[in-house]
């Protein structure tokens, strides 16, 4: 049987992926640098001055890269925490998860200078778990008043994990302090190769899981009752769904930072472009956290000349007002 895609879907889907090409090829020419999108353009087909190159190709593609990605990680982890929860307010970076795999991060960082960057994944992945534990633990699961309770418990962990962190940062060694205070500002700055391989990974890691999830997240939206009864183990799904979006979240973190609001506003900006089923929704999702992180990487060095402000500082802006309407929105929703 074929499978059908609704037009709509279709079209937005097709719409946002030549949005991000637009987004790369602007990255590619913008930059305190003067070489323009001409120049870039021809030092990656290799006929350009060695200058041009070594911008284009080892500074600039790799940063659209790694926003690229990092960002489309990101926004499918907040929409798969979102489906497990079944909380609209679910995001990595708000509840504390992201927190949590920058803390673990900043561990490894400030304590032990001489661990490989290969670690920060690993250490993220435990953190941010922990963290998840937790505010399930805390939250009440499925009970009445839950997700209030998930998203102040989170808010509250995140505030705490906020605080450890400026005290280790308070009292490591100056050079390592400074290294982390760029990453923990959600900055594509320094991106490498390395990172981008890494993300390449992880990307092609959740192409699969998101292949895997569309059909349990569709039977949970019906309820856990419906779930059951199409022969779904609700708890271990929900589980392996939480697990997925930490694992995303993590290496999306570890190598851009905790980017605040991307896995809160993409899911819900999917879903207003085009209403889809659970499959094509991860993927609409994905375009829309990688436009956003790409946008804000791209403003953040189109509007303020040769100062750098990181792509998480833009978000943060733009985020917290959208925040503060989808609350609205949710209050209005639940009192109606």
């Given at each position: ?7 709509r ?5 097709a ?26 353009l021809s ?36 929409a ?24 673990a ?18 250490a ?26 998930f ?23 100056i ?7 760029g ?49 779904h ?26 980017v605040?609001?991307?896995?809160l ?33 791209l ?30 929105r ?7």
């Amino acid at each position: 049987m074929a499978l059908e895609v609704p037009a709509r879907a279709a079209t937005a889907l097709a719409l946002l992926c030549g949005l991000l090409l637009v987004l790369l090829l602007a990255s590619l020419g913008t930059g305190s640098t003067a070489i323009g999108l001409g120049e870039a353009l021809s030092a990656l087909a290799g006929s350009a001055s060695d200058r041009a190159t070594l911008v284009a190709t080892e500074f600039r593609l790799p940063r659209a890269l790694t926003a690229l990605m990092a960002g489309g990680l990101l926004a499918v982890s907040g929409a798969l925490l979102q489906g497990t929860t079944r909380n609209p307010l679910a995001d990595p970076a708000l509840v504390g998860v992201s927190q949590g795999a920058g803390l673990a991060v900043i561990v490894l960082v400030v304590l032990v200078p001489a661990a490989s960057d290969a670690w920060r994944a690993p250490a993220a992945f435990g953190g941010g778990l922990a963290v998840a534990g937790v505010i399930l633990a805390l939250s009440g699961g499925e009970a009445r008043g839950a997700q209030v309770r998930f998203l102040l418990t989170g808010i509250g962990l995140a505030a705490f994990l906020a605080a450890a962190t400026t005290a280790i940062l308070t009292y490591g060694r100056i050079t390592e302090a400074h290294e982390a205070l760029g990453w923990l500002s959600g900055s594509v700055r320094a991106a490498a190769w390395d990172e981008v391989r890494r993300l390449v990974l992880a990307t092609l890691a959740a192409a699969l899981l998101c292949a895997m999830a569309a059909r349990p997240l569709a039977a949970l939206r019906l309820g856990e009752d419906v779930a059951t009864g199409l022969g779904h183990r609700v708890a271990r799904v929900r589980t392996g769904l939480l697990v997925a979006s930490v694992a995303l979240a993590s290496a999306s973190v570890a190598v851009a930072g905790p980017v605040t609001f991307v896995g809160l506003l993409a899911p819900h900006a999917a879903r207003r472009i085009a209403p889809s089923g659970p499959g094509l929704h991860l993927a609409l999702t994905w375009c829309v956290g990688a436009a956003l992180v790409m946008g804000a990487d791209l403003a953040g060095r189109a509007a303020f000349g040769t100062a750098h402000v990181p792509a998480g500082l833009v978000t943060a802006l733009v985020g917290a007002p959208c925040f503060a309407l989808l609350m609205l929105r949710t209050q209005r929703k639940d009192g109606s």
